[in-house]
């Protein structure tokens, strides 16, 4: 379990991150979205912020050996690969300019992370599903 648990930790560590840095540089900043109200886009901002949070709270409140946490886990890698892959398509939000080269490399990338959540949550699972033999 230890491994499944590292891999984890790690994986969403650089998922927040790489959430911390689309939300609070410039990337996102530099794109319009003049079709949205700014309620809309205040509650996109929301969201982002508050996927942001769970996952640090999941990283301080460590992963415990509870099938719970691997399964608020594999929801948190949904949510970010649910993120990146609609921005990516250019389903939500649409910005009248088309987004840079370096946005798009961290949102591949942030993407590729969600993917990498999501299997080292679903083996964390299994591991803690399987009792350690002593």
């Keep these: 379990?230890?491994?499944?648990?590292?891999?984890?930790?790690?994986?969403?560590?650089?998922?927040?991150?790489?959430?911390c840095f689309m939300i609070f540089?410039?990337?996102?900043?530099?794109r319009a979205f003049p079709d949205y109200s700014p309620m809309v886009m205040t509650l996109f901002n929301v969201f982002l912020i508050t996927l942001?949070?769970?996952?640090?709270w999941q990283l301080f409140t460590g992963i415990d050996g509870h099938a719970m946490r691997?399964?608020?886990?594999?929801?948190?890698?949904?949510?970010?690969?649910?993120?990146?892959v609609a921005d990516i398509a250019n389903i939500f939000?649409?910005?009248?300019?088309p987004m840079g080269q370096t946005p798009f490399a961290v949102e591949i990338f942030g993407?590729?992370?969600?993917?990498l959540l999501f299997v080292?949550?679903?083996?964390?699972?299994k591991a803690v599903n399987v009792p350690e033999s002593v």
């Design 93 to 97: 939000p649409r910005s009248t300019e």
């Design 111 to 115: 993407a590729v992370l969600a993917v």
């Design 1 to 19: 379990m230890n491994k499944a648990r590292i891999a984890v930790l790690a994986i969403l560590t650089l998922s927040v991150i790489n959430l």
């Design 52 to 56: 942001g949070l769970l996952s640090i």
């Design 25 to 30: 540089s410039n990337l996102v900043g530099m």
């Design 120 to 125: 080292s949550a679903s083996w964390y699972i």
């Design 70 to 84: 691997g399964k608020i886990l594999l929801l948190l890698a949904v949510e970010f690969f649910a993120v990146y």
